[in-house]
């Protein structure tokens, strides 16, 4: 067998002269009078080899039994194309390469979809036959691209003292957070192990240990219903650290991601990132993972509009409730249609509506404005800073709606107004979380990050008097509107930890019962420590320029969590569930009326 | 807080005069007169810190309240240690900290167990309290040893560019091999997925995607009894590349061994590596992953022996059987008692017995010396080498328990008779090893690697003649007598697949059946191939000199897969198995008598 001498898509002019090897796919072929041309492939590119009645022998003959996708090896010498032939979209395009000798190594059956990009075909059938689907230049970039992420941040982290450790894959069911994917033991009839939701207690075990700086890229699993930007099983860089502080943490996490970005894009991120605390976030944004590409920034305007005979205004300003308004720069042309699907668009993130004015010609006109004093519309036009063909949105709501409705509204009005920057990146920290969330329906505080997660210092005195505005140590990192990454500084402290789980409403035997051998292992000299998680497959998705997440996996699974290619999940036998002390229980199905 | 600026074990004379600022966990402490010493240990090593009343003000009445495993932040001046107190066994020894100030970060319960190398307690009690355990030098330095180990594999492999790819834990149950970890899908009631044994499909799935290297360290499980170097999980540094010879594979890997060895623990090993076949690893040393620290090579003699007048050799010889010896080369002196244990070893490993022989004074003594004729005597002297003081131990029987016995029995007289270096690390391939076993039970073959390992290219005629005598495109990388790692060329073409599925007795709906999406796979296109898998755990534990594959491992499984830690596998809800449609159906308990 003829092995490669050269990749197909690195010739050159600097190779001309030389004889070469090459191994790859029949992209396509065209015989033009007796010569026959075949664009090669591999995963470097392509490249043009001409087989001549001249040159070619009884190469020629055996080369015109090739057809699409099957694999050769030829060999030849790599001259110049003539002037006319050269093609300027190919990096190969100023050589082809004359072959003297060929071996077919297989031959293929015509595949279901062609091997080019940009193919426009159901997924499930990309998915059956990812082997070919995978045969495409962008899905190899991609896998490519993700293969130097994971070495840009192993390099990163190694330089840096992280070490890389493995945590189990079979491990223990615990009962926060997503639904747990379970696998029975043989050994221990009755009882599972989970796959984890992430190494989060191995990796404070790894600190307690004193092993002071870990990473890894790990392996996650989630049983819940899946969404485009969800997977059963995802990737995460898992990072955890003793003896730094947040401020410290964060630097080096800025560099990382720079250095990310200039070795897999080579685009140079500035630093430092912004950093907006959760609270500005939600009050300029809407959002606690807004994309700063562009402005169009939320104003607050209950203060003007409290008092105004607008009756849903007034009537929400006295309840607890809060006014806010986008101006929409330029939108005074929205057809009327356009502003009646902003109903609609209120609604689905819990809205009751939107109250809109246009400003054209220098006239105020909608439904609201004539309840407006003249000093409030003075007020209105000072803070929004009013101009002619603005249109202005007022959401009025408890404060989480409002926040919904507009944040997603900026969103949606950012990208039909072209202002979003396809080539940029804008980062940014998002800091200070709020520690608890009041669950309406347990009537109870609820973890907004995890139990283990550290309040800032100088709230620590309001866990006896108002949880509710105690801010955490804890971050996330969000990317042009995506959160790709978070974490928090950890509980340390015994008291602390304990005032956190009274907060919470855990008895100290609770306590002990879920988290017992975590709480166990603090006892025994627990360093300060914190860390973050990336998620892989969403930077990938990002730094790649796609927008589904299995775009960036080999192997991914459907929207309904299985694998087309290999038809898992599937049945097992008697013998396998009887050896596992389990037995399938079907539902009954209900009965037909 | 004080943040580090050093690390305890790296601070030495050049850094006296400094103002250093360490975080660590208190190894010991001692109050001599007022004066208290306390060894500081970080993942680094320990340094001296010294408490006096002259120096260290308020801070020396803080530092009183510490006791073994408190967590402290100090700062202060490194000086240098009198003459006297210098201590040569720490590579801090020549300095010490005189602190100024202090902060106890945490305090620490009386660990069960001494934090330091080389104790011997009972191992649940450490796996229990395994965040403990792991603070003891010798194992943070297995895992750091670890993590630089995976780091050299990725580089190298990265360089000669291959791609990290990820491929799916939850995957499809599969006839062959082990046993599977199964996880029911909640999503479709009554089937399941399979956590992967080895990523072998996937990675060949790429080579038909032409992503032509890859690699991955990958996590692979087996649900089989478990052994003292065997987990339920456990990590392989697993790799494929396409257009590449079998030679060109096995360079480029010794290349990368020589580059593990050599970044992890300082050892040059010669390339290029020993090559066996499988048949000549068998034939002198009875093992197919031989420990070539020493020599003691197994000799036939069949041949002289067949006409002898020892029944037993007589009878085995004309039946198809062989007889072997090995020299234990001035075992002579061994004792009565020693010659008697020989029956119960061979019969460990399924031999009959052993015939002996010493050589005392020029005289040959044993039970069947009577038997020999002068010329067998003279024939076994020249084939043995016998000189005087020689032990000469006699095998007879089928070929497989020859070699089990004298293999066994070959490392045992090598270790007693301290051949073994333990600095020594001996590298061999192992290669030509045999297509198919024979499977007397189901009479008929079994593939010995799998059904995709390709056949050399001489022996495909004996597809339909004489199977059981092909040899495979298979190998196997030994070290000291430990196989690490092992892998073969695979079968890319539809005919030579064909003639496989049919010597191991499927018929070709069979093999659809069982293999169907691979073999469609291979129909579109696939380039020839091939890979290998190194076992990481055991290669880390031959690295480290360890010799238990849990001393490898942050959080390993006990011999009866569970987690004194986490307590892992546990029971579940009930809602949670009712959601995936299973129920625990325990198997009753037999009667009593």
């Known amino acids: 067998m003829m092995l490669k001498t050269h990749h197909c898509g690195q010739l050159t002019k600097a190779n001309i002269g030389e004889t070469v090897v090459l191994n790859g796919w029949v992209q396509r072929r065209r015989d033009l009078g007796g010569v026959l041309f075949i664009d090669l492939r591999d995963r470097s590119g392509l490249v043009q080899i001409v087989f001549n009645p001249d040159f070619s022998g009884e190469a020629l003959a055996i080369a015109d039994r090739a057809r699409n996708e099957y694999v050769l090896a030829v060999k030849g010498a790599v001259v110049e194309r003539d002037a006319e032939t050269v ?4 990096g190969t395009g100023e050589i082809e390469v004359r072959i003297t000798e060929i071996e077919i190594l297989n031959a293929a059956k015509n595949p279901p979809f062609f091997i080019e990009d940009g193919i426009e075909i159901d997924e499930t059938l990309r998915l059956k036959h990812r082997y070919l689907d995978l045969r495409r230049p962008e899905m ?13 941040f192993r390099d ?7 070490l890389d450790i493995e945590t189990p894959i079979l491990t223990k069911s615990t009962p926060e957070g997503a639904r747990d994917y379970l696998v029975p033991s043989r050994v221990h009839p009755g009882e599972f192990f989970a796959l984890p939701q992430s190494p989060q207690l191995f990796k404070q075990l790894l600190m307690v240990s004193g092993l002071e700086r870990y990473y890894q890229i790990a392996r996650c699993f989630r049983d819940e219903d899946l969404r485009a930007d969800r997977q059963p099983e995802f990737t995460q860089v898992d990072i955890e650290t003793s003896f730094m502080s947040q401020d410290q943490l964060l630097e080096m996490m800025e560099q990382l991601l720079v250095r990310l970005f200039r070795e897999t894009i080579g685009v140079e ?3 430092p ?7 500005e976030a939600m009050d300029k944004y809407g959002s606690d993972k807004p994309d700063l590409r562009f402005g169009l920034e939320l104003s607050t305007v209950t203060d003007i509009v409290a008092d105004s005979d607008v009756k849903v205004f007034n009537m929400i300003a006295k309840n607890g409730g809060i006014v806010k308004a986008l101006n929409a720069k330029g939108c005074a042309t929205w057809s009327r ?9 209120a609604s689905r993130y819990g809205g009751k509506g939107l109250a809109w004015i246009t400003v054209k010609e220098g006239e105020w006109k909608g439904p609201i404005v004539k309840f407006f004093k003249e000093e409030e519309i003075a007020a209105l036009t000072e803070r929004l800073n009013v101009e002619e063909g603005d249109l202005l949105i007022f959401s009025a709501d408890k404060p989480k709606v409002v926040y919904d409705v507009l944040g997603n509204l900026r969103q949606k009005v950012g990208r039909d107004l072209g202002l979003i920057d396809d080539k940029a990146y804008k980062f940014l920290w998002v800091v200070d979380f709020p520690m608890f969330e009041y669950d309406e329906d347990e009537k109870r505080y609820a973890a907004m990050h995890h139990p283990f997660t550290r309040p800032n210092d100088e709230d620590l005195h309001l866990f006896d008097t108002d949880p509710g505005q105690m801010r955490a140590q804890a971050y996330d990192i969000v990317l ?10 950890r509980i340390y402290q015994r008291e602390v930890q304990e005032k956190m789980f009274k907060a919470l409403g855990f008895s100290p035997e609770e306590a002990k019962a879920e988290f017992g051998f975590l709480l166990e292992a603090f006892e025994y000299g627990t360093p300060p420590h914190g860390g973050m998680a990336y998620g892989l497959d969403r930077l990938i ?8 997440l299995r775009e960036t996996i080999a192997f991914p699974k459907t929207a309904s969590a299985s694998d087309p290619l290999t038809d898992a999940p599937g049945a097992v036998s008697d013998k396998q569930l009887e050896e596992l002390s389990i037995r399938v229980a079907l539902k009954q199905p209900a009965a037909k009326a």
């Open 87 to 90: 093609n300027t979209n190919l």
């Open 140 to 152: 190899q970039k991609t896998l490519m691209l993700r293969s130097k992420a994971a070495k840009v």
């Open 156 to 162: 990163y982290l190694d330089e840096n003292g992280f």
């Open 269 to 271: 991120v500035a630093t």
């Open 273 to 279: 990132f912004q950093r907006l605390t959760y609270a």
């Open 337 to 345: 249609k356009e502003l009646d699907d902003l109903q609609p668009f």
């Open 480 to 489: 042009n509107g995506y959160e790709v990454g978070g974490g928090s500084m």
């Open 541 to 548: 998705m990002l730094l790649a320029g796609r927008t589904n």
